[in-house]
């Protein structure tokens, strides 16, 4: 099992750029599981290291921190777009299918 999991984040659906996915993220593999508080119904858990989220300009640097400190990784890369050119008369078209 990897200590930390390398991977660059995809956009979410409240955003329409494109900014915050160019970074890579290291983040460390949950170690134990996550409990209901009894008295609030919080969940939480014991492991700190789950709070930990670093990003780095390349997948290169973030592979060569986990080395440097002896962490087991798994690297995930990211999917590629898929873009489909079409112009603005397009939407507008007679024989557009709904």
């Not at 008295?39 to 921190?65: H, N, P, Y």
């Not at 489909?84 to 507008?92: C, L, T």
């Amino acid at each position: 099992m990897s200590d930390v999991r390398i991977y660059q984040p995809a956009k979410n659906a409240m955003q329409s750029g494109r900014v915050n996915t160019q970074k890579w993220v290291l983040e460390f593999e949950p170690g134990c599981a996550k409990q209901a508080d009894p008295l609030m119904g919080w969940i939480g858990s014991t492991d700190t290291r789950d709070q930990v989220c670093m990003k780095f300009s390349t997948k290169e640097q973030a592979v060569a921190f986990a080395e440097k400190n002896g962490l087991s990784y798994r690297v995930q890369d990211p999917c590629q777009r898929r873009l489909q050119p079409k112009s603005y008369a397009a939407r507008f078209a007679f024989d557009r299918v709904r």
